[in-house]
């Protein structure tokens, strides 16, 4: 991009601060921005404010939206041609360790800092996760997937369930604080009631993974020593976590449990068939709409027991092939600008500026998003390697030959350490 | 009267000509489109090409050999399992229903043969997405009314030991209706002449299905078993969107085999030596097909 | 004899019947649903009253804008159709009655098949983005003819080989140029072969799905991708997805239904011929 350098004097001064608008109008100009998007709650929110962005900066904007596990498919092709069909991407936070040793997408720091662009706004767990890479800025946080524990407030609070828990547990009712103890809990709860206890989620790949991950960190388990990258996956923790995922899946989940996405998981709350899930915050709009739910009013967001949770997220980022990077960079800036950003939080997105959840008017349209803050304290996402996706699936055969094949945990978790070996094996995210 | 003595004349000749001008557009084609891919692809197999990693060595044997060594035979097993299923479940039936449909006298015809086109309308994706809402094992229609007749409650997709039944119930709930057209039409395109006379003779139903209608109706039985086991053997996009292969393994199949290594890991050398290894498969088991039904 | 045929419609019409029925229940749960929001659609024991919504309807014409994607399907259908079905029952007719290109032919048209698509579509994508045929109808219809085109032929060989020889080669006999006898008799004699072919290679259009996917943007999407798209993040709208498929449904049965007496008469036709 080319800049001209400018003096001292005050007119260049004046100049100066009209200038970056300018600039941007020109840079935009005639152009087209298109965006590969999934149909979230604040999409439309987006579309309804696109035309501002069109008007001022003279671009036109294209969104394009599929199904979020087809997104990737689209994606690789794209990236791989010598230009892309896309001028922004959004990026999940496992596909960033991929897509940063592909080189699909661009450095920012320079655009950041000639622009003066505030990262600070961001909860610092996200830009780690979904914004830079080994030191450099890659991407702007764009959504935030935090997950917790889902339950029934009005059963849960109801006296006489408080008084029945006590009998059982000999202690006064509390949110469980340890792993071990939700699925007490969860166990004795769904036959106290006749209810599922849990709503689980345990369909091969991204459905069994997001969930069980949550119960590895939460018993402190991990994947890798994220410092000497060797695999983790046959210490005692992983085994525990594994064994109680199972458990709960045969004794207390909803039938059929290994068929099940989390948008199963979504139907069984809303119908009102089970007490708790350890699922997505972002679930809370549609729980909270009539249409959809019966359960409107009843559901609570708890952070998930024991030491960490999962985390996921979503960066908007400049794909290396966009046809003209400059454009696609106003419009990050725009889109994250704080009052866009706000206008989407407000239609139902999950924001990852942290201003966003201390304003009021935020937090009585959406009450369950103040508790975001604390989730994201203890949370971590999954490794930011270049085979992650790999990660994912790998994890997901474990899982499988444990839940479908009843291979005792501690054999199946031992037996992957080699393949979680060889994913890491000469990657060079981790050097 | 063979070709061979017509070929030798004047209108031979032209016709002689006329067969390549009949036959280039269709060849000419298919070749442009998929010989190149094609052939790419097969250098691909042999490379070591993760899309993340960019191009890398050549590889000989490697990639083949580290699929054949990941649990391939039960990804065959699976494959041969579910494509054997469908198409002689669908072929049963529609052969069955064609017969039926093909009646000299049947009031209503035009009715069913709307009514069971249908499905095959029906985009894959609507379909799976359709049957998951019906055999949602908690909030589904199926096992509610399974239940009224005193069964129990099934995981169906979600039972590793129902899954792959639950699938095959599927396919042929959609795809049935396809082979059923084809067979149909085959029906109707058959000289009326044979039948009519073994019918003067007294021949009974039984022996008129057997002794004319079965011989005359073989070529397009077998183009359409042929055409529906290729079909059934590539697709992946009901596994895709019913169970994702699982539970665990339990209906994982070559195609999806490929579709995972290719779009999920990028690791598109071993994609396609899986790929090679499935156009092998397909291309035996066809040629076993067009034997099979030759000599029959 | 006439008990006996009498016996026979009851089985006939009790297993068509039932057939219908397995394919008519599950259609009438969708479009159930797509009259119903989610609670409605999920709940169990079902609830057979309930107010309907027109909300689903509405969502998928106006906000999803359906038309579009209908018609982005229904032309790349219709063009590969037509394509395939006249290169394809020229090829055809050659191999079978000619036998062109030896015994190998058939089977090299086949063998183009066999490839599973998820190894193709990635040159594919490269190579039409190359030439600018992403992103447009043209690009889907060359890509649908190759796949389309050697089930075409196949089926039409079938068809073509139970007309009798005796047939063309008279004509031929008597001056007709191979086109003629082509068009003149072998076709008019196989007309069932062609509409089955033609449905044949519509429904493999209609339905695809993985090269749709990455071939299309979103003017060119079809209906399968744009289907596929209500699997949103916020789960699936099952009420949008049954509309969307009554409203693909209801078209084609009425197009049926407008040229049965044509499909009928092209039926009987060929019948008489052969």
Redesign the interface.
């Known amino acids: 991009m080319k800049r001209v350098k400018f003096g001292t004097s005050a007119a260049v001064l004046a100049f100066l601060a009209a200038s970056p608008a300018l600039a941007a109008s020109d840079v935009c100009k005639g152009s087209d921005i298109n965006i590969l998007m999934e149909t979230v709650p604040d999409t439309d929110a987006l579309q309804a404010v696109k035309g501002d962005f069109e008007k001022e900066y003279g671009a036109k904007v294209n969104i394009e939206a599929v199904n979020y596990s087809l997104m990737h498919e689209k994606l690789v092709p794209s990236l791989t041609a010598s230009t892309s069909s896309y001028d922004v991407l959004i990026v999940d936070s496992y596909w960033v360790g991929e897509f940063k040793t592909a080189g699909w997408i661009k450095d920012l720091d320079a655009l950041i800092a000639r622009d003066k662009v505030d990262t600070s706004l961001y909860f610092p767990a996200l830009m780690a996760l979904n914004g830079t890479v080994q030191g450099k800025t890659y991407m702007l946080p764009f959504w935030q997937y935090a997950m917790g524990i889902l339950y029934r407030k009005d059963i849960v609070d109801d006296p006489a369930f408080q008084a029945a828990y006590k009998e059982q547990f000999k202690r006064d009712w509390r949110m469980p604080a340890t792993l071990e103890e939700f699925a007490e809990v969860v166990k004795w709860a769904g036959k106290y009631k006749d209810m599922y206890g849990i709503a689980m989620a345990a369909q091969r790949a991204d459905p069994v993974v997001m969930e069980a991950t949550n119960y590895l960190f939460a018993e402190g388990g991990d994947f890798y020593d994220r410092t000497t990258w060797k695999p983790t996956m046959d210490t005692p923790e992983a085994a525990k976590a594994v064994t109680v995922y199972a458990d709960l899946i045969n004794s207390a989940a909803q039938p059929g449990a290994l068929g099940a996405n989390f948008d199963d998981v979504a139907n069984t709350l809303k119908q009102g068939k089970a007490i708790f899930a350890i699922s997505y915050l972002f679930l809370f709009p549609t729980l909270e709409d009539p249409k959809d739910s019966t359960v409107v009013g009843k559901m609570g967001f708890a952070p998930v027991p024991g030491k960490d949770s999962f985390l996921g997220a979503w960066g908007w980022a400049v794909p290396s092939n966009a046809k003209n990077p400059d454009c696609s960079w106003e419009f990050l800036k725009w889109v994250e600008s704080k009052d866009v950003a706000y206008k989407r939080a407000l239609a139902g997105g999950q924001p990852t500026q942290m201003w966003i959840y201390n304003d009021p008017e935020f937090i009585k349209k959406w009450p369950a998003m103040s508790q975001v803050g604390t989730a994201l304290e203890h949370s971590k996402g999954l490794p930011i390697m270049s085979r992650s996706t790999q990660l994912v699936e790998t994890f997901a055969e474990v899982m499988g030959s444990v839940l479908a094949n009843n291979v005792p945990p501690a054999t199946a978790l031992a037996d992957s350490q080699d393949k979680f070996g060889r994913l890491v094996k000469g990657d060079p995210l981790l050097k | 009267?063979t070709?061979a003595t017509?070929r030798a004349g004047s209108?031979g000749r032209?016709?002689?000509l006329?067969?390549?001008v009949?036959?280039a557009?269709?060849?000419i084609?298919?070749a442009l489109?998929?010989?190149?891919?094609?052939l790419?692809?097969i250098y691909?197999s042999f490379q070591e090409y993760?899309?993340?990693?960019?191009m890398g060595d050549f590889a000989g044997f490697a990639n083949y050999l580290a699929v054949l060594s990941d649990d391939f035979a039960h990804v065959s097993w699976v494959t041969l399992k579910l494509t054997l299923l469908c198409v002689v479940f669908e072929f049963v039936?529609a052969f069955?229903?064609a017969l039926?449909?093909n009646?000299p006298h049947?009031p209503?015809r035009?009715?069913?043969l709307?009514?069971?086109?249908?499905?095959?309308?029906?985009?894959?994706?609507?379909v799976a997405?359709?049957?998951?809402?019906?055999f949602?094992?908690?909030?589904?229609?199926v096992?509610?009314v399974i239940g009224l007749l005193g069964i129990p409650?099934?995981?169906?997709?979600?039972?590793?030991s129902l899954?792959l039944g639950t699938v095959v119930f599927v396919d042929v709930?959609h795809e049935t209706s396809?082979m059923l057209?084809?067979l149909?039409?085959?029906l109707?395109?058959?000289?009326?002449e044979p039948v009519e006379a073994a019918r003067i003779d007294g021949a009974s139903?039984l022996q008129i299905l057997r002794y004319v209608t079965w011989p005359?109706m073989k070529?397009?039985i077998?183009?359409?078993l042929?055409?529906r086991m290729?079909a059934a053997l590539?697709s992946?996009?009901l596994i895709y969107m019913l169970?994702?292969?699982?539970?665990?393994?339990?209906t994982e199949t070559?195609?999806f085999y490929?579709?995972?290594l290719?779009?999920?890991?990028?690791d598109?050398g071993q994609?396609?030596a899986v790929?090679?290894i499935?156009?092998i498969v397909?291309?035996l088991l066809?040629l076993v097909l067009l034997r099979t039904m030759r000599e029959n | 004899m006439v008990g006996e045929s009498r016996w026979v419609q009851w089985v006939s019409h009790l297993i068509l019947g039932s057939a219908s029925a397995m394919v008519l229940l599950p259609l009438l749960w969708v479009l159930r649903t797509s009259f119903a929001d989610k609670v409605v659609a999920y709940q169990m024991p079902p609830q057979l009253l309930f107010a309907p919504t027109l909300d689903n309807y509405r969502d998928v014409l106006l906000r999803f804008d359906f038309g579009s994607f209908f018609l982005n399907s229904l032309i790349v259908a219709l063009t590969t159709t037509a394509i395939a079905l006249l290169l394809g029952a020229l090829a055809a007719y050659a191999i079978d009655r000619f036998r062109t290109g030896g015994p190998v032919m058939p089977l090299a048209i086949l063998a183009t098949q066999m490839m599973p698509p998820i190894v193709l579509v990635i040159p594919f994508f490269l190579i039409f983005k190359q030439l600018g045929l992403a992103d447009s109808h043209l690009g889907l219809v060359i890509t649908y003819l190759t796949f389309n085109l050697p089930y075409v032929v196949w089926l039409l060989m079938s068809f073509f080989r139970r007309v009798p020889r005796e047939l063309d080669e008279a004509a031929l006999i008597d001056g007709a140029g191979p086109f003629t006898v082509f068009w003149r008799i072998v076709l008019p004699a196989a007309l069932p072969g062609i509409g089955a072919a033609a449905v044949l290679s519509f429904v493999l259009c209609w339905n695809e799905f993985l090269f749709a996917l990455m071939l299309t943007g979103q003017q060119t999407k079809t209906l399968p991708v744009a289907i596929s798209s209500l699997v949103t993040q916020q789960g699936t709208a099952i009420g949008a997805v049954c509309a969307s498929t009554m409203l693909a449904i209801a078209p084609m049965v009425l197009i049926y239904f407008a040229i049965r007496k044509l499909l009928v008469a092209g039926l009987s036709l060929g019948a008489v011929k052969g």
């Open positions: 009267m070709t017509i209108p032209r016709r002689n006329a067969q390549y009949f036959v557009p269709a060849v084609v298919l489109v998929v010989a190149a891919p094609l790419y692809s691909l993760i899309i993340t990693y960019g039936i069955g229903l039926l449909l009646q049947l209503g035009s009715f069913y709307i009514v069971l086109m249908i499905p095959v309308l029906m985009t894959p994706v609507a997405l359709m049957f998951r809402l019906m949602n094992p908690s909030l589904g229609i096992n509610w409650p099934q995981g169906w997709f979600g039972d590793p899954a709930w396809l057209l084809m149909y039409a085959g109707k395109a058959m000289p009326g139903r005359l070529p397009v077998m183009v359409t042929m055409i290729i590539k992946y996009d169970t994702q292969g699982g539970p665990g393994k339990a070559i195609s490929a579709y995972r290719g779009f999920r890991f990028l598109i994609a396609a790929s090679f499935l156009l397909v291309t066809t």
